[in-house]
């Protein structure tokens, strides 16, 4: 079999520059960055100079006009070959919002600033200490006040919020008592987060380096011009960039799958212990196995939706469950790949147990599994709500 794990690949010529760009940031690049929980400033300058992070952006905004699969093709090859795309993911997705829901002022005065790199709207700020995965009880408030919006309350887990000159926010506008669904009064806004009075940053420490940190606001002023399509509407903005951001970060667990199994495959062919490599025992062989097998159906599942996505079709089906079922390949592959390179896997010289970290996340955000499989039950399947 010809490259086993690139064969099926669509977007072969992106794949192959990537690929080149990706090879100026090895190993140790990554190792010296997750050790001090360094921003990996270079990598993402290389990938802005070479305009992957506008691929997404029309060409009239100066971006590359490219389609959500040349984006997925795009973060699958970063982590494939070892790097991690989640510094600078969002820089490619985010502006999805203000692209379809944007005034034609805010995307002129946007859009041409994120294609180029010069405005970086890396922050998505909907996550919050209390009310987590349940969305619409968050608490951050925007009150009108005139021209201006004025916003308190906190943010936790704003991923490269030091990292970025906007944040795209959600908050509350009507209180929950005051509408008639809880998907309603919520609004989203455009953060301008240079030099914001009344906002304050804190770095998270986590497991692997992520630069996620506490975002608080206290009488933050956001001019009332910032507000991106009707007041109450937010909510609405935010799930029409779900299915986008679910099929990007599944193909980063495609990626990461990808790379696990050909570091378990190179090191199964080249350990040898009682006269022969390891990877012909089964007991080592099969587990690499079955995470390739896992990971070529959810790349199938993957392919399917994007192309419903691009044909413009409704594909929130397959969107999620390719992302859960890539999460749990990545997974399945992760510790295939630990378990195959016995202690060494443990040794940060050889990187699997960071990507190993990097992978597990992918279980939880950008939104957990039990989520997912609620989504599947419930409005695939049609059983009853559990929320
Ligand atoms: C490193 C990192 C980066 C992140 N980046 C961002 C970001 O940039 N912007 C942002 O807004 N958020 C971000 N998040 C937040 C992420 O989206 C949430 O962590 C995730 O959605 C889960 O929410 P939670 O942590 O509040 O868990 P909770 O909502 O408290 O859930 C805890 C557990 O309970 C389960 N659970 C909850 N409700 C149900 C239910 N009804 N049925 C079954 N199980 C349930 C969940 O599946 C989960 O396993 C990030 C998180 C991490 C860890």
Redesign the pocket.
């Known amino acids: 079999m010809d490259q086993p794990l690139t064969g099926t690949d669509t977007h072969a010529e992106i794949r192959e520059e990537v690929r080149k760009l990706c090879a100026r940031f090895p190993g140790e690049y990554w190792r010296a960055l997750d050790a001090r929980r360094g921003y990996p400033t270079e990598f993402v300058t290389a990938l802005t100079e070479a305009g992957y992070l506008g691929a997404l952006i029309p060409e009239e905004y100066g971006g590359a006009g490219l389609p959500l699969s040349a984006a997925a093709a795009i973060l699958e090859t970063i982590h494939a070959e070892g790097c991690n795309g989640a510094a600078c993911h969002?820089q490619m997705y985010i502006m999805g919002t203000i692209l379809r829901h944007g005034s034609a002022e805010q995307k002129a005065r946007y859009l041409p600033g994120i294609a180029a790199g010069k405005l970086r709207l890396q922050?998505?700020?909907?996550?919050e200490?209390t009310?987590?995965?349940?969305t619409t009880a968050l608490r951050t408030f925007a009150r009108r006040e005139g021209d201006r919006y004025i916003v308190n309350g906190q943010?936790?887990?704003?991923?490269?919020a030091e990292h970025s000159d906007l944040m795209l926010l959600l908050a509350r506008t009507t209180p929950r008592e005051q509408v008639a669904k809880k998907t309603e009064g919520l609004s989203t806004f455009i953060v301008d987060m240079r030099g914001a009075k009344g906002l304050t940053i804190r770095p998270i420490r986590?497991m692997?380096n992520?630069n996620?940190c506490e975002v608080f606001f206290e009488d933050m002023e956001v001019p009332a011009e910032n507000l991106i399509g009707e007041e109450g509407k937010g909510f609405r903005y935010i799930l029409d960039g779900m299915n986008a951001e679910r099929l990007l970060i599944a193909a980063e667990s495609i990626g990461d799958a990808k790379w696990f199994t050909a570091r378990s495959v190179a090191y199964a062919k080249e350990r040898v212990l009682f006269g022969k490599p390891i990877g012909a025992n089964q007991g080592v062989q099969f587990p690499i196995a079955r995470a390739y097998a896992q990971m070529r159906a959810a790349e199938a599942l993957l392919q399917k939706g994007l192309a419903k996505f691009e044909a413009g079709l409704p594909c929130g089906e397959e969107a999620n469950m390719a992302k859960m079922l890539a999460a749990d390949a990545a997974w399945a592959a992760a510790e295939a790949c630990v378990q195959t390179h016995g202690g060494f896997g443990f040794a940060e010289e050889y990187d699997v147990e960071r990507k190993f970290r990097e992978a597990r996340?992918y279980q939880?955000?950008?939104?957990?599994?039990?989520?997912i499989?609620?989504y599947i039950g419930e409005h695939v399947l049609g059983m009853p709500r559990?929320?």
């Open positions: 969002a922050a998505f700020g909907v996550t200490p009310s987590g995965t349940d943010k936790i887990w704003t991923s490269r986590t692997m992520h996620s996340l939880v955000a950008p939104i957990s599994t039990n989520l499989l609620a559990s929320y």
